[in-house]
């Protein structure tokens, strides 16, 4: 708390009054009214949108075939608050679709006034793109039949005896915390032949001109002093070597870096530990190698 305080303090008045309100509204949580409001969760076209990015960018690179989701039991880690890529695989087929998110409030997650506002677009967009599988109403039934989500971490969602074919995440892994130990609890979790996406943002996750700023002119503890436990400060070597001591066949596809408006000095602490294509890698792509 003290330090909170300290460093809304040392904040201009505006940053501070707002960093306040995210810091209010984060403890309570989110309602129905937020999710209406916010035009990044109420964007129908969204996971759609990353799945065909992250699949084109794997065709390009590694020739790889896009995921199969009939009759597979598909698993999402961190799906946010409308249930992430599960809409997507259930008109695909899908078995079924689980996710698990601590911060996830399942009030609202199906919530009628979200029929039309979110999920009614999803429905034409997924009808136009794959053709008209089956009727809106079939979809939404399976939506509250087939999709169950965790308010959980991966470490703690009672997925006992379940395995799952196909994994997912977006922008997910660089939060979990323990990495290691989560990664495992996923590869305990993997129907033989697993097929995974995880895209990894590896920034600061702040809004400042370079997505790196005030990470590398200090050690992680004091960055996690000054600005919280927000991000695991994992790098790409480290999210590939925890996925491949998980028994995962996993590789990693970078997706682009930025390098751009760093300006500030790199300790020895990163710069003996990791090149600088490491250290400036924005966002990668870690899949299923193998296939
Ligand atoms: C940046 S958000 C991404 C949400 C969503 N995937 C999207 O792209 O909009 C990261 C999410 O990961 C969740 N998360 C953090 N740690 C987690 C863990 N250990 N297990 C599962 N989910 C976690 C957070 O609650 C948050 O909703």
């Known amino acids: 708390m003290a330090n909170l305080l300290r ?28 999710l209406l409001r916010s035009s990044k969760h109420m964007n129908s076209q969204l996971f759609y949108n990353f799945l065909s990015r992250y699949e084109s960018i794997l065709h390009r690179s590694h020739g790889w075939d896009a995921l199969v989701f009939e009759g597979q039991d598909v698993l999402e880690v961190g799906c946010g608050p409308v249930l992430g890529f599960g809409p997507l695989a259930l008109f695909l087929g899908a078995a079924s679709y689980t996710g698990v998110d601590p911060t996830f409030q399942p009030e609202w997650a199906l ?103 005030g990470i590398y002119a200090v050690e992680p503890d004091a960055y996690r002093q000054k600005y919280g ?30 390098r751009e408006f760093y300006d500030e000095p790199i300790l020895p602490y990163w710069s003996n530990r990791y090149s600088d294509d490491d250290l400036f890698l924005k966002c990668a792509i870690v899949f299923s190698a193998g296939r």
């Open 229 to 258: 436990r927000g991000i695991n400060l994992a790098r790409p070597p480290d999210v590939l070597r925890i996925f491949d001591e998980a028994g995962f066949s996993a590789a990693m596809q970078p997706y682009y870096w930025f």
């Open 7 to 34: 460093r809304i303090w040392e904040l201009p008045p505006r940053d501070a009054i707002r960093k306040a309100l995210r810091r209010v509204r984060a403890k309570k949580g989110y309602d129905l009214d937020d």
């Open 111 to 213: 919530h009628p006034r979200l029929r039309d506002k979110y999920y009614l677009g999803i429905y034409k967009d997924l009808s136009g793109i794959f053709g008209p599988r089956m009727t809106c109403e079939r979809w939404l039934e399976l939506l509250h039949t087939n999709a169950r989500v965790f308010s959980a971490t991966i470490l703690d969602a009672d997925l006992a005896g379940r395995s799952f074919g196909i994994m997912l995440s977006n922008s997910t892994i660089e939060h979990v915390e323990p990495l290691g130990p989560s990664v495992a609890r996923l590869r305990e979790l993997a129907a033989p032949g697993v097929r995974f996406i995880h895209l990894v943002d590896f920034g600061n996750h702040r809004a400042t001109r370079s997505p790196f700023s």
